[in-house]
């Protein structure tokens, strides 16, 4: 088990990139530490796949460095690294018993016969396939030999670290959960570093202590998932992760706040303060729908909206209000009692409301 860091690390695909655009990965920083579960959460082409193979050795970076616990490994190959890879669809043989699968690993790596035997039932019973080791891998089904697949990444006690790549798209949605859970399980068994690849944020969630946000080749937070939803790092963050995802507005600046559309929203003095230290014009407030708060009393901190729609969500209701010309999305409990039309007063609690330049919060520290 190692520690991982990515040092000034970036990747294009083009031998002889001319600007940001042609990278996959752009110069990055990040380190996964010892023993920790991470997932990697993502859209399509952010560079996720492209992370995973630099780290393995399947991929050469153009740019930096990879150190596992401080050692670069950038000249090792993948089974140099000592690296176990789960991809998303099984890699196994076909024509062996489920047994003579898991012990491969193994067996090349010359482990003695009567430990191979241990250990191949210890990970069989954990992944619950131990009914299954003498059946040939041909007759299992889909999520069988995803588990052997796993089972083949989990068996080696020396590995390095485990990478996942969105290893549960061929799993039954029913399955998937159990899976999630028996590998946070096994996690927590075995202390193994993991850094699990997917777009989708329930399942990253469900794994990871801590997650790394990739959008555009670059990690734009790495945080618990409380972090994530209460403090978006970057706008992008904020619009990918919950459900609906943040509102965002474009804003002009103003001495005592911004303003959108004619409506002015008040800031808090320090981000006033930093606001006007800062050049660019690209400024934007977000607020989750979860921290809008409708009163039926207009007061001087209330905005004047009009409800458009009402979906009753059988938990909760999402509002959708206009504001300034503005659609915002607003969470409410299931016995709210809007009528589309109506006007509504809307309250942005302060510690709620963040602020972005550049597509980044603004942070009190700063
Ligand atoms: N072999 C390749 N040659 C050229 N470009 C590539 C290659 N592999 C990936 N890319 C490009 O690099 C970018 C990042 O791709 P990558 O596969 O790492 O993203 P991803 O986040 O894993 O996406 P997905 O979730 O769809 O697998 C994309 O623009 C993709 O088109």
Sequence with gaps: MAEIQLKSLAHSYNAQPTGPDDYAIRQLDHVWERGGAYALLGPSGCGKSTMLNIISGLLEPSEGEVLFDGRRVNELSPRERNIAQ???????????????????????????????KARVHEIADVLEITDKLYKKAKNLTADEKQKVSMGRGLVREDVSAILFDEPLTVIDPQLKWKLRRKLKQIHEQFDITMVYVTHDQLEASTFADKIAVMYGGQIVQFGTP??????????????????????????????????FNRVFVPLEPWQNSLLQRVKSDNIKIGIRPEFIEISENPSDETLEARLLDLEDLGTYKIATVELGGESLKV????????????????????????????????????
Excluded: C
């Design 86 to 116: 789960v991809f998303q669809f099984p890699v196994i043989y076909d024509s062996m018993t489920v047994f003579d699968n898991l012990a491969f690993p193994l067996k090349n790596n010359k482990v003695p016969g009567s430990q191979i």
């Design 331 to 366: 969470r409410q409990s299931e016995d709210y009692q809007g009528e589309v039309g109506d006007l509504v007063h809307l309250l942005f609690p302060k510690q709620w409301l963040m602020l972005y330049v550049d597509e980044f919060l603004i942070k009190e520290q700063q």
């Design 226 to 259: 409380t972090e994530l939803f209460e403090r978006p790092n970057h706008t992008f963050v904020g619009f990918f992760i919950g459900s609906p995802g943040m509102n965002l507005v474009a804003v002009e600046r103003r001495p005592e706040g911004v303003m």
